[in-house]
Nanobody
Framework: QVQLVESGGGLVQPGGSLRLSCAAS????????MGWFRQAPGKERELVAA????????DYSDSVKGRFTISRDNAKKTVSLQMNSLEPEDTAVYYC????????WGQGTQVTVSS
């Protein structure tokens, strides 16, 4: 059974930083494109950052480009999201999954950006 466990969220002031982590199990992580997604209240879930398994190519949504950095560690089966210069609009529950999503969603981790 595939498990995706996100962690690292919290409450942060605008301009602050957080680092999210996702631990994956029970699938061929090293050969899976991975992504970080987020869902804000009343909005659909959206992909914000992605990393390819081959070559490590990274891509970002326009709303986070230049502020967020995705990385992966295939040996540890983890994918991380470094989030800098956080804005109130980044408030959401953040999830990881393959890209495109193939597995059941984990519980996510709440990120709240507020003064």
């Amino acid at each position: 059974q595939v498990q995706l466990v996100e962690s690292g969220g919290g409450l942060v002031q605008p301009g602050g930083s957080l680092r999210l982590s996702c631990a994956a199990s029970s699938f061929t992580f090293s050969r899976s494109d991975m992504g970080w997604f987020r869902q804000a209240p009343g909005k659909e879930r959206e992909l914000v950052a992605a990393v390819r398994w081959l070559g490590g190519f990274k891509d970002y949504s326009d709303s986070v480009k230049g502020r967020f950095t995705i990385s992966r560690d295939n040996a540890k089966k983890t994918v991380s999201l470094q989030m800098n210069s956080l804005e109130p609009e980044d408030t959401a529950v953040y999830y990881c999954n393959s890209n495109p999503p193939r597995y059941d969603w984990g519980q996510g981790t709440q990120v709240t950006v507020s003064s």
